[in-house]
């Protein structure tokens, strides 16, 4: 099944994206086996760089070295999906600016948390960027009425146990784009929480 014909934005209420880079995950999905749930930022603006269409699309290609970075290889989507892992953004439509609204994120969430429910098998959430991490508490607070994850600088709380619905969660860092590539702290350790989540859920031992 794919998600795209289960979930779309009826109204694109936000002001501040680009419509035209509106993007839901394409493919044939096999919801019962995902047991993670990779959460990045946005679609890209061209959809030729989106993870799920053919070819090499840019966001597939640094998602496929930020697994490679964790011991994982592998090379396409679809080995990317046979390890139970789902990618899909925290907003749906492109950025227009560097940074994204607390406004976008919160009305967007509510797409976002539809999408998880599809998916009745997560084990793990791997929350990649602070946009990720705000809209998962956006939808834990209308949840359980409390956010997951605290506030405060990544790198210090990434290494803490946090858990929504007795699923982990991972903090992380935004794994797409040129960033990635050159930013070799932050890919280390993306690298470790997609080792983490890897190990904890397919209690498979990776190379980092």
Do not use: W
């Amino acid at each position: 099944m794919r998600v795209c014909d289960c979930i779309r934005c009826e109204n694109f209420p936000c002001k501040d994206v680009n419509k035209d880079a509106y993007r839901f995950p394409e493919a044939d999905i096999d919801f019962d086996k995902i047991k993670i749930f990779m959460i990045s930022e946005a679609p890209p603006s061209e959809r030729n760089d989106y993870f799920y269409v053919p070819g090499n699309p840019f966001y597939l290609q640094t998602t496929v070295q930020a697994f490679n970075d964790a011991g994982i290889e592998i090379s396409t989507m679809k080995e990317i999906l046979d390890l139970g892992v789902y990618i899909t953004t925290t907003i749906k439509c492109g950025k227009t600016q560097f940074s994204i609204s607390t406004g976008t994120i919160k009305g967007c969430s509510d797409l976002l948390e539809k999408e998880i429910n599809l998916f009745l098998n997560i084990k793990v959430f791997l929350l990649m960027g602070d946009a990720a991490i705000k809209s998962l508490n956006y939808i834990a607070r209308r949840q359980i009425g409390k956010k997951v994850i605290p506030g405060g600088s990544t790198y210090k709380i990434r290494h803490q146990e946090f858990y929504f619905e007795e699923k982990r969660v991972f903090p992380s860092y935004l794994q797409t784009g040129k960033n990635y590539l050159i930013e070799k702290s932050k890919r280390r350790m993306i690298a470790e929480d997609i080792n983490s989540a890897i190990e904890l859920v397919l209690d498979k031992k990776t190379l980092v």
